[in-house]
């Protein structure tokens, strides 16, 4: 990233957006391996959060990317983590409303790694993202 897209305004909005939906998969795949019956609220909630921040993260980082570079999508390894990230989120939500609780937690934990995998892409490789 150069300094022009560091200075616009989606810096407030998609970072943001994007860490706090990486903090809540985490509450949520914790609450999945930790909830007993009366703590579904939490669950739930955590999962609703997790879910709508990375949707959010997601898009506004593709505004972003529209406004900084002319296109939404350019398979740059980091918005492909992301990606795949957020589909493991959605999936692990699917299984918990299909009430396949140890699916659900699998893919939880898996979107932990995924999480971490997102983070760690901007150190580790070369692209759009990377700090290198």
Not at 47 to 56: Q, S, V, Y
Not at 73 to 79: G, H, L, M
Not at 98 to 127: D, H, P, W, Y
Request: proline share 3%.
């Amino acid at each position: 990233m150069s300094a022009n897209e560091l200075d616009s305004p989606m810096i407030l909005i998609h970072p943001p957006l994007a860490i706090i939906g990486y903090g809540f998969t985490v509450v949520f795949a914790v609450s999945l391996f930790i909830a007993n019956r009366s703590d579904r609220k939490i669950v739930k909630f955590a999962g609703w959060a997790a879910w709508l921040f990375a949707f959010l993260g997601l898009v506004t980082g593709m505004i972003w990317a529209q406004l900084a570079w002319g296109s939404y999508w350019s398979w740059d390894p980091k918005e492909t983590l992301t990606l795949i990230f957020f589909l493991s989120v959605s999936a692990s939500q699917l299984a918990l409303f299909e009430k396949r609780l140890n699916l659900s937690r699998g893919m939880s934990l898996l979107s932990c790694i995924l999480f971490v995998a997102t983070l760690s892409s901007s150190f580790i490789t070369t692209g759009l993202h990377s700090f290198l």
